[in-house]
């Protein structure tokens, strides 16, 4: 039989989803869904892993949950092709990273760059939660629990996918051929990647308010856009301008498209001709701006106007939330079944057990 292509990613719920996560990850899957070319899509909200770091703020998460699905909704995720859910309702999952938590070493976590740089963040160097340490077995746990062949993710997460192929190739080893390996699928193209905030800082983040939200209305996505960061050389229209850290080249490099041009700026060909002159001097940050607040409406207002009718009917959000939940424990479920048979820790599903013990026993 051939294998099965299936598709799994989540985002934890901390806030309302920004274009980051749009260009990192969404958009690519509502393309993938749309492509066909999958048996099966799930994609989940990460609650308990967002609990692993705010531990002290389940309120916080509790409301992002809904954030997150309303997101998710408004961007043309379909719960009639995707399986949407909530993690902390798969009880699978905790069992699964409890067992494959013996499958790997303290060293080996303390190596994971990712959960270096947010232990940094969190200022969690002196005393780190055990929860928040292992984290990245619990995702693997999420990944293998569904079988996914496909986890389409940012960069940051790709030592997360080294980790689940690392614990899926030792049980395999160690149990026999059980669990699938997943590959990870970065979204294309750098600016994609690695969108910057608003400031020109790394990352988007809400600590660091430089996020443009999905949700954001038309207004402050002008006045967000007005305000970033560009070149801070490039004080006069005649100055040559940079386009590296330019945050707002970086955006077009995420969302241009030749059309825009046609529609919105068409003194210019393409984006290389527009790059070429404001790096020469003589074009202004004013009119590139405008142009970069063009093209987020367009991809923007369909995404709001939908969240806005979704947001109409929150009780029937929560339903698919819970038949997704629903569907989903059923698929880890039977793989929990697979790694208790595996593992040898299925005793009362296996009659020959009970018959070989008795015999061994001498009283058959
Ligand atoms: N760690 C991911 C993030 O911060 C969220 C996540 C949890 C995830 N489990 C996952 C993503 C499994 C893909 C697959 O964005």
């Keep these: 039989m051939e294998k099965k292509k299936i598709i799994l990613t989540g985002d934890r719920p901390t806030g309302r989803l920004h274009i980051g996560h749009y260009v990192g990850s969404l958009r690519r899957r509502v393309e993938l869904q749309q492509a066909d070319e999958y048996d099966k899509i799930f994609i989940f ?85 055990v929860g928040f340490f292992t ?28 980790q689940t192929r690392e614990i899926v190739r030792r049980f395999n080893h160690i149990y026999g051929e059980t669990l699938v390996e997943p590959e990870i699928l970065l979204p294309d193209g750098t600016a994609s990647r690695r969108l910057p905030g608003t400031d020109g800082k790394a990352k988007m983040s809400k600590s660091l308010g430089n996020c443009i939200y999905l949700s954001d209305t038309a207004d402050e996505v002008a006045e967000k856009v007005k305000g970033m960061y560009t ?27 030749p059309e825009h041009f046609e529609r919105y700026l068409n003194e210019y060909p393409d984006l290389e001709a527009l790059k070429a002159h404001y790096t020469r001097g003589g074009l202004g940050d004013v009119k590139v701006k405008k142009f970069l607040t063009a093209i987020l409406q367009e991809e923007l207002t369909p995404i709001r106007e939908r969240r806005k009718v979704f947001e ?16 989903a424990r059923e698929t880890a479920a039977q793989t929990l079944g697979d790694v208790r048979r595996a593992m040898r820790i299925n005793y009362f ?9 008795a015999k061994r026993f001498g009283r058959e």
């Design 45 to 129: 909200i990460a609650d308990a892993q967002a609990l692993t770091d705010n531990i002290d703020e389940p309120e916080k998460v509790r409301q992002s949950v809904i954030e997150v699905a309303l997101d998710y909704l408004a961007c043309g995720i379909d719960p009639a092709k995707s399986t949407i859910f909530i993690q902390s309702q798969i009880p699978e999952l905790c069992e699964l990273t409890f067992y494959y938590m013996d499958l790997v070493t303290v060293a080996r976590l303390q190596r994971n760059p990712t959960v270096k740089t947010e232990i940094q963040m969190r200022h969690f160097e002196a005393s780190i939660p």
């Design 135 to 162: 984290y990245p077995i619990s995702q693997a746990a999420d990944i293998t629990a569904f079988k996914a062949t496909t986890v389409p993710v940012g960069e940051d997460q790709e030592p997360m996918l080294e």
């Design 231 to 257: 070149d801070p050389t490039h004080l006069k229209v005649s100055d040559p301008g940079r386009l590296e850290g330019n945050a707002v080249f970086t955006y077009l490099d995420a969302f241009c498209k």
């Design 312 to 327: 109409k009917d929150i009780p029937a959000v929560y339903d698919m939330l819970r038949k997704g939940s629903e569907a």
């Design 349 to 357: 599903d296996d009659q020959d057990l009970i018959r070989e013990q």
